[in-house]
Nanobody, 119 residues
Framework: VQLQASGGGLVQAGGSLRLSCAAS????????MGWYRQSPGKQRDLVAD???????NYADSVKGRFTISRDNAKNTMYLQMDSLKPEDTAVYYC??????????????WGQGTQVTVSS
């Protein structure tokens, strides 16, 4: 099972980007999914996450500007980022919890996608 993140790029402050994260492989069920970001020299922090039932949670710094969504039929998660600020510049990683038909649930990280916001 793999996670593939895409959609990063360079954008001016005030602009928008939409990130995607697609899960592929032998998937039985995807539980929680989330986006994290990491800037050079800093720890990786939660940006937003979503349960399989659609409950969402956001970091205070992105509330009102970012929107997380999921297409459970496609095992895909999105992050719509509006009103971007230079401080949103980071590598964005997706993360997901997978539940097999039997055995122990497991977690996977995507490879990261760079978001750069210029002032």
């Amino acid at each position: 099972v793999q996670l593939q993140a895409s959609g990063g790029g360079l954008v001016q402050a005030g602009g928008s980007l939409r990130l995607s994260c697609a899960a592929s492989g032998s998937i039985f069920k995807v539980d929680g999914m989330g986006w994290y970001r990491q800037s050079p020299g800093k720890q990786r922090d939660l940006v937003a996450d979503s349960t399989s039932g659609g409950s969402t949670n956001y970091a205070d710094s992105v509330k009102g500007r970012f929107t997380i969504s999921r297409d459970n039929a496609k095992n895909t998660m999105y992050l719509q980022m509006d009103s971007l600020k230079p401080e949103d510049t980071a590598v964005y990683y997706c993360n997901a919890d997978f539940r097999p038909p039997w055995g122990i649930p497991y977690n996977r990280w995507g490879q990261g996608t760079q978001v750069t916001v210029s002032s």
